[in-house]
């Protein structure tokens, strides 16, 4: 069996700092990526040669005619180390791109900006002329016409700290049950029966389901082929290899891709392969986007027990799959623009892998697999797949222990859910009891079910202490006199803690209501210009009604829109801060309080002091300020809820902020929480803010446990622990805090497990801790490629310690 140190040495990392292996600092920060990532080209090469030839084509038989053009003539190859097959670019060096989302930026960074190293001068020509075609066709520059003329729209489009648009597009959990169940050939069959309904019954949507279905048979057709293509590399790699072992491993292969993804898997390797060519394929080539969502203990156990019965493979095998699986992941990445990678640390996709919790009948899925799963994250200690492992009150507890192993290493992963409070809430959101218990997570920490068209769009990062803000300052921004926000009533009239959170509220109202009426126009954009048939195929309702993911939702399938809320903890903590030195105890009146924000303390670091060190803060088990948190989250929630998209689907808060606490921060000014201007919110949704758990980790799943979790999805936590506190004789305390964090219905936490004294060693000598991963919020990513302020915002949270 390959060793794990062995498979780490085989991928190019494509982090955003350029100091591993060996580079010193002055080689490794000439550029943003090192010298031997390049971009990949053929992609962007491919569609345009597509869509020149296809221009008078209805748009989704032009996406369907463009993943075919690419599949069927990119480069692919299998690595001497690979045993799951499957490129989405030319080379294991290259990272990709969405040429058609945005090409302006992706330019300049390769001709001027940070990003030259990525194309030689050749390859950055034929980029300039890739990128002539593009000009005014692009995802973004259709939106920009969109909203040309509405002054309203145009207004609000453009960032200035309250709501930033996400570009971030639907995710979708594909239904890789029915994958393995019936194969593409058996959703092919599904797609042409429907078509011949529509051409029999021709039905008022004639054109548009019939363009889809054949879009969708071009797209099943040519994966299939992509498949054929791989087992035959495989057959011409085996004819040459001298190595016994290698050369039947190059046979597997080829009988593996020969069959699936046309078939359905017959065996654990079949069934991997499958979902690794179909994972690829609609998160990397048909459009860029992130997200895993498979359950993939669940689904893939059955296999693997057959073969293990059946004496085809043993467990080392499986683990030594599973580990050069890994290293696929790991060598995923995609552009990013300069100011998305200092915040996501470079080019990952933050998605993870579920494993565990209960199955639609109720019953404990923990099998092999997922301890294989677990031994595997833990060997291969990448960035990349992050691990999502749901938690009941049944997990047993050999998982709890293995989980706090691979906690412990210090990898950030996995982050943990909690069933007993998750599932009620998807019921509550209009889910089955079935559906519900199926949940899964596709991207760093965003809930979904399998199979559901939920057309996971995140509107926004919206930033609640902003609103807050707005609020003190009746919606008017005080540098220019623009009334911006929603005109609330003066604050220095406020006569109670309640009149402030009205304000506020109001606020949450309006900008909400701005940040969905973009959200509308933008999808629309999405529906007519990105159609994605191949990944539609793989979603419930689509074949069956004839249209592509963007174009229905069903309003109660449990899962629908979102918003990811920042800074809920600073609002709570400043609400706080003014009800106890405003109006209870009377150290300052509103007016003087407003005017110290607007000076960012200036003056008066005495008061900022004293709220710092006498307002109670969130995390520490004091209803004071715990039950203004709880109003916080549920009020914000109820007046989202009232919210819907075109189709009747609700809208919902999100508390992945991934580390947009960091950067949405440095948009929002002083807030009443003793928080200086530009300085970083809370990390998380649920998390208190730096300096708020000083009484240890129960504590603050004490305060969390105050918020009603059924209520309000938007409850994320992040917690550090010192190393020594998961290892020895403290692991099962451990282990019995995580038991105490799920009886207390804290639907999630995840954990940093490094101390202090190395991170800051690691700012100063980068080049000795290449290998360092932190969890930074939904996703982990290795520490020297974080920007110095997100290292800090690390550095800055508690140690926790029992």
């Known amino acids: 069996m390959i060793t794990p140190e062995v498979l780490r040495e085989k991928i190019i990392f494509k982090g955003q700092r350029n100091v591993r292996r060996g580079l010193t600092d002055e080689e490794g920060h000439r550029g943003m990526y090192r010298p031997e990532v390049r971009l990949g080209m053929e992609r962007s090469r491919l569609l345009t040669e597509s869509y020149k030839m296809t221009e008078d084509e209805p748009m989704v038989i032009r996406r369907a005619k463009a993943l075919e053009h690419i599949l069927s003539n990119m480069t692919i190859y299998i690595q001497n180390h690979e045993r799951i097959v499957g490129n989405y670019a030319e080379s294991p060096a290259a990272i990709m791109l969405a040429i058609e989302s945005n090409w302006k930026a992706y330019e300049r960074m390769v001709t001027v900006g940070d990003a030259q190293s990525l194309l030689d001068d050749e390859s950055r020509a ?27 729209l145009e207004k609000y489009w453009k960032y200035e700290g309250t709501f930033l648009w996400t570009h971030w597009y639907g995710l979708g959990i594909l239904n890789y049950e029915k994958l393995f169940r019936i194969g593409l050939n058996g959703i092919k069959a599904e797609a042409e029966t429907r078509l011949e309904e529509v051409r029999k019954t021709v039905p ?3 054109l548009e389901e019939k363009n889809f279905l054949e879009a969708v048979i071009i797209t099943l057709k040519v994966v299939i082929a992509w498949g054929h293509r791989f087992a035959e590399k495989a057959r011409e790699l085996a004819q040459d290899e001298k190595n016994p072992e290698r050369k039947k491993q190059l046979e597997e292969i080829a009988v593996t891709c020969d069959w699936v993804p046309g078939s359905p898997p017959r065996t654990f390797q079949e069934a991997v392969q499958s979902f690794w060519f179909c994972y690829i394929i609609t998160r990397c080539i048909e459009l860029a986007s992130s997200g895993i969502g498979i359950r993939f203990d669940l689904l893939t156990y059955p296999f693997y027990k057959k073969d293990i019965e059946e004496g085809r493979i043993t467990r080392d095998d499986a683990l030594d799959l599973l580990m050069r699986l890994w290293t696929n992941f790991e060598g995923v990445a995609k ?38 799963v677990l031994e595997t994250a833990g060997k291969m200690r990448g960035i990349q797949p992050s691990l999502a492992l749901r938690i009941h009150k049944g997990t047993p507890a050999e998982l709890f222990q293995r989980a706090t192993d691979v906690i412990s290493t210090g990898i950030g992963y996995p982050s943990l859910f909690n069933d007993e409070a998750l599932i009620p809430l998807l019921q509550r959101w209009g889910a089955s009891l079935e559906e519900a218990r199926d949940y899964s997570m596709s991207g760093c920490v965003y809930i979904e079910i399998p199979g559901k068209n939920s057309i996971r769009r995140v509107s926004s990062y919206f930033s609640l202490a902003k609103c807050l803000w707005w609020a003190l300052h009746r919606g008017v921004n005080p540098k220019t006199g623009e009334q911006y926000g929603a005109p609330t009533p003066d604050p220095t009239t406020f006569t109670s803690i309640e009149d402030v959170m009205q304000a506020f509220l109001e606020q949450v109202r309006f900008f909400l209501h701005k940040s969905l009426n973009l959200e509308h126009v933008t999808r629309l954009v999405y ?30 399938d449990g899962i629908s829109n979102f918003v990811i809320g920042v800074g809920q903890t600073n609002v709570a903590d400043s609400l706080s801060a003014i009800k106890k030195f405003v109006f209870d105890e009377k150290e300052i009146s509103m007016r003087e309080l407003i005017e110290v924000l607007d ?31 709880r109003d916080v989250h549920l009020k914000i929630e109820e007046i989202i809820e009232k919210m819907t998209d075109r189709f009747g689907a609700r809208w919902h808060f999100d508390g992945s902020a991934v580390s947009f606490a960091y950067s949405v921060g440095l948009d929002c000014p002083a807030t009443p929480d003793g928080r200086k201007d530009g300085a970083p919110l809370a990390d998380a949704s649920l998390s208190p803010m730096i300096g708020g758990d000083t009484k240890g980790p129960t504590a603050v799943l004490k305060s969390c446990s105050k918020i009603d979790a059924v209520q309000a999805y938007n409850q994320l936590l992040n917690q550090r622990f010192l190393p020594q506190f998961l290892k020895g ?23 940093n497990v490094v101390d202090s004294a190395t991170l800051r060693d690691a700012q100063k000598r980068p080049e000795k801790y290449t290998n360092l991963i932190v969890r930074v919020a939904g996703y982990s990513a290795y520490f020297i490629d974080l920007s110095k302020g997100i290292q800090d915002n690390i550095i800055d949270r508690n140690e926790q310690s029992f």
Request: proline share 3%; net charge negative; hydrophobic share 30%.
């Open 599 to 629: 000076r960012n303390w200036e003056g008066r670091e005495d008061l900022r002091q004293r709220i710092l060190n006498r307002a109670p803060k969130f995390g520490s088990d004091d209803d004071y300020v715990d039950l203004i948190a």
């Open 204 to 206: 008022f949507d004639y």
């Open 527 to 556: 529906e007519q210009y990105l159609p994605r048939p191949f990944t539609s195929a793989l979603i419930n309702g689509c074949i069956e009604r004839g249209l592509d993911i963007e174009k229905f939702k069903d309003p109660n």
């Open 335 to 372: 552009l990013r623009i300069s100011t998305a990678s200092a915040i996501y640390a470079g080019s990952q996709l933050v998605d993870s892998m579920t494993i565990g919790g209960i199955d639609k009948d109720g019953n404990d899925v923990t099998n092999e697999v997922t301890y294989l």
């Open 729 to 751: 004789e403290n692991k099962e305390k451990f282990v019995s805090y995580l038991r105490s964090w799920c009886d207390l219905g804290v639907p999630h936490v995840q954990f």
């Open 126 to 152: 034929e980029f300039r002329e890739i990128c002539k075609y593009w000009d005014g066709k692009t995802l973004r520059e259709q939106q920009g016409r969109a909203f040309k003329g509405c002054k309203e």
